[in-house]
């Protein structure tokens, strides 16, 4: 268990529609990041959030967008759904602290959620 | 850009044969490098990881060694289990202000028969 935690785990819906994927990482993290893993892709970085603000934005879509709350936990919030958008969505999250010296600190993920466009 | 290439699957191994998937990379820098193995229905769990040159990674018998003048970090193991039978990814970051995000491999299926 690597106490990243995602709900739900699995979820399935209609083209057009929106859902919202919730992540709430380890105790202490700061650090939230956001992945997509599908067949053709690969596994792809979305974006993520460093104590509430967003501090990197990858392959992701402007249908598709996140936060962070103050207490930390983020959502993925997925609209006006395509077919092509099914795939298991990633959370992890990393105790990084931002600093000019930086450091890679290792991310850990959660289970992920498996998202079914019909 | 960054980016990582790993060896294509799927792999098939017999028990106790000996394993190596082998990685390379392209990255501005000194990239981080790590090892994650996802097991069937389960999320990624971090393997191993090496942060500078010649740094060895090393968990669960499986060893990867960060070769700066090869771009590689071939992930290794000298005798391999049923339980071993996974999807492996390779993958690197950077250090800094350069965010940490990870750049993965396609990854590569392991299945280990008895």
């Known amino acids: 268990d690597s106490g990243v935690t995602q709900t739900p785990k699995h979820l399935i819906t209609a083209t057009g529609q929106r859902v919202t994927l919730r992540c709430s990482p380890r105790s202490g993290d700061l650090s939230v990041y956001w992945y997509q893993q599908s067949l053709d892709q690969g596994l792809q970085f979305l974006i993520q959030y460093y104590n509430g603000e967003e501090r990197a934005k990858g392959n992701i879509l402007e249908r598709f967008s996140a936060q962070q709350f103050p207490d930390l936990h983020s959502e993925l919030n997925l609209s006006s759904l395509e077919l092509g958008d099914s795939a298991l969505y990633f959370c992890?999250?990393?105790?990084?602290?931002?600093?000019?010296?930086?450091?890679?600190?290792?991310?850990?993920f959660g289970p992920g959620t498996r998202l079914t466009v019909l | 850009g960054d980016s990582v290439t790993q060896m294509e699957g799927p792999v098939t191994l017999s028990e106790e044969a000996f394993l190596t998937i082998n990685c390379t990379y392209t990255?501005?820098?000194?990239?981080?490098l790590f090892w994650y193995v996802q097991y069937p229905g389960e999320g990624l769990q971090l393997l191993l990881k090496?942060?500078?040159?010649?740094d060895k990674g090393s968990n669960k018998g499986f060893e990867a060694t960060y070769r700066k003048e090869t771009t590689s970090f071939h992930l290794e193991k000298g005798s391999v289990q049923v339980s071993d039978s996974a999807v492996y990814f390779c993958?690197?970051?950077?250090?800094?202000?350069?965010?940490?995000?990870?750049?993965f491999g396609r990854g590569t299926q392991l299945t280990v028969w008895p």
């Open positions: 992890a999250s990393s105790t990084m602290r931002w600093s000019v010296a930086g450091g890679t600190d290792t991310q850990y």
């Open positions: 993958a690197l970051s950077h250090r800094g202000s350069t965010l940490g995000r990870l750049y």
């Open positions: 090496a942060t500078k040159a010649d």
């Open positions: 990255a501005t820098g000194y990239p981080s």
